[in-house]
């Protein structure tokens, strides 16, 4: 199937997305991790543990292990009285078994000795001698102890497929004896930079000339989005040289991005580069969007390919937009939803009905409010997203937004 799109005729982030999906194939490659070094993977399948946790009964609180009923109706002025026969070992089974009347001194995380059914904690004691102490206020049964199985019973599933494993997740699995997990590999994301004007960031540019920073930017929100970067170079602009970095970085990747050469000056250029690498080829050229009209998304042999725009920051909150979304279909992620924060608006955002618009805001306090704050500039200028905490959306049939309007910030 050959798609031949009209230049420009531009379609949402959502249409582009569902027909990229419907010619790319987008599945997760399976590997398998050790749990301890499984941070930030996504998993592919769903652990169960294997055991109860806890494994045995134990006190939440340094204290007296105690039955409860013989501390019923302590207090201060009558208070219970015990006879202490011993205490109770860290890290194994206690020797002791509580008989009516008797203690044992027991501390966080150890096991609770037979006979025992509640801990009374140390504040609440009062040493008389060696061997007996007055309890001052009563405990019911299970009281201050964790039970058998209270955190995670065995055969439960710990956690679902498509999850990103957080800090505390890997804690979780090694704690019942988890040791590796299944997860997705991290796709491969080929990126060329295209243009005579590009030298690499280490050399000074001479006149005319400027450091790549898109590749960079890039590779750093591929990274960051769990996939792994692969770094082709700067291409000449002859059709040569482009389709050669092209051919090599969809070879050996799981996507193509390619930065410039998407917009009117050199369409030709990357179109028929896109065009020769495979079928059915591009499939959408021009996003609903600003910045970052000019895109192409494309489809050869079944792996995506993105020509993204030349200036920074329209390449950069494109490929959030579309790089993210492949990125996440090829770890098998879960979606989730982006980090937000509610504020007002500062100033007006004007904007264009039929286009969504993406603008960078500075977060500040004002009073009882969070304030957006706007930050306009030319989609060339990287340091409008540098110096922002975030990007506002303004809706695809809207004139714009105007300030005091209560907006959604998603936080970089």
């Known amino acids: 199937m050959t798609v031949t799109p009209e230049f420009f005729n531009v379609q949402t982030v959502q249409q582009t997305l569902a027909l990229l999906f419907a010619h790319a194939l987008l599945r997760p490659t399976p590997e398998t991790c050790p749990a301890a070094h499984a941070l930030g993977r996504v998993l592919l399948a769903a652990p169960t543990s294997p055991i109860d946790l806890p494994t045995f009964i134990r006190s939440t609180v340094d204290g007296y292990a105690v039955r409860a009923e013989d501390t019923f109706g302590a207090s201060q002025s009558l208070p219970a009285y015990l006879t ?47 061997t007996e102490i007055e309890v001052l206020s009563p405990v019911a049964p299970g009281e201050n102890l964790v039970q058998i199985g209270e955190d995670v019973r065995q055969g439960d599933k710990i956690l679902p497929t498509g999850h990103r494993l957080r800090p505390q ?31 690499p960031p280490d050399q000074t540019p001479a006149p005319g000339q400027i450091r790549d920073i898109n590749s960079y930017t890039l590779a750093a929100l591929v ?16 059709p040569d040289a482009l389709f050669a970095l092209a051919r090599a ?18 369409r030709d250029l990357t179109r028929d580069t896109i065009n020769r690498l495979g079928q059915p080829g591009i ?11 000019p895109t192409i998304i494309a489809v050869c042999d079944g792996k995506p390919v ?3 725009p030349g200036n920074p920051v329209s390449a950069f909150l494109v490929a959030r937009q579309i790089l993210l979304p492949v990125i996440r279909r090829l770890l098998g992620l879960q979606e989730t939803r982006p980090v937000s924060v509610r504020a007002v608006l500062a100033a007006n955002i004007p904007s264009t009905t039929g286009r969504e618009d993406t603008v960078p805001v500075r977060l500040r306090d004002a009073d009882s409010e969070t304030l957006a704050e706007p ?5 060339n200028l990287i ?9 506002v959306t303004v809706p695809l049939n809207s004139s714009g937004l105007k300030a005091g309007t209560p907006v959604e910030v998603e936080v970089f």
Do not use: W
Not at 223 to 238: L, N, R, S, V, Y
Not at 375 to 379: A, H, L, N, Y
């Open 375 to 379: 930050i306009f500039g030319k989609s």
């Open 223 to 238: 990274q960051a989005a769990g996939a792994q970067p692969q770094m082709m170079g700067i291409a000449a602009d002859t």
């Open 169 to 199: 997740d890997i804690g979780g699995l090694l704690g019942v004896g988890i040791n590796s997990v299944e997860v997705a590999a991290a796709p491969r994301v080929a990126i060329v930079g295209s243009g005579d004007e590009l030298v």
């Open 283 to 293: 499939l959408q050229h021009g996003l609903a969007v600003k910045p970052g009209k």
């Open 84 to 130: 202490c026969v011993g205490s109770v070992p860290m890290g194994a089974a206690a020797s002791i078994t509580i008989q009516a009347g008797q203690t044992a001194v027991i501390h966080t995380g150890a096991m609770l000795p037979p006979g025992a059914n509640a801990v009374v904690m140390v504040e609440r004691t009062q040493t008389i001698d060696e």
């Open 306 to 308: 993105i020509g993204l």
């Open 383 to 391: 340091y409008t997203l540098i110096n922002a905490d975030g990007l």
């Open 249 to 266: 970085g969809l070879d050996q990747a799981d996507v193509l991005v390619m930065t410039a050469g998407s917009s009117v000056g050199t």
